[in-house]
């Protein structure tokens, strides 16, 4: 299948398969990988503020995953996230100003998302603006 058939809902809803899967992420463009992580986020991740009030995004996800995902996260922010165990998961994400870039890179333009999910994007970029 090329790439330029490949649509942002059958991307999203690759992210959202890879929770539970095992798999690792495909090698794509910066700008499609978006959509797979957005759906993996979506289905998996945390949105929200800390005990702190920092604004926070992070996921729980098997290690592999969580070491691709923290190179996109370096990538799109310039910071690189330690993925760390927790129980049999590892965590990743980001906090406090480099939580704004990141979370601008998943769901700015997307077309296909949880409603439940941006109405939590779009508060905790309200409260860093």
């Known amino acids: 299948m090329a790439l330029s058939s490949v649509t942002e809902g059958e991307l999203y ?3 959202r398969w890879l929770v539970g899967s095992g798999a690792l992420m495909p090698t794509l463009p910066l700008g499609l990988i978006a959509h797979v992580i957005r759906g993996l986020w979506d289905r998996a991740g945390f949105v929200g503020h800390n005990n702190r009030g920092y604004p926070v995004a992070s996921v729980l996800v098997h290690r592999g995953l969580a070491e691709q995902i923290a190179d996109v ?3 799109v922010t310039g910071r690189r996230s330690r993925a760390r165990p927790v129980g049999t998961a590892h965590w990743v994400g ?3 100003k480099r939580c704004t870039p990141w979370l601008r890179f998943l769901y700015a333009d997307a077309c296909v998302v949880s409603p439940t999910r ?3 994007v779009r508060a905790v970029l309200g409260s860093t603006e």
């Open 73 to 75: 996260i370096e990538e």
């Open 13 to 15: 809803h690759l992210g």
């Open 94 to 96: 980001v906090s406090g």
């Open 118 to 120: 941006l109405v939590q």
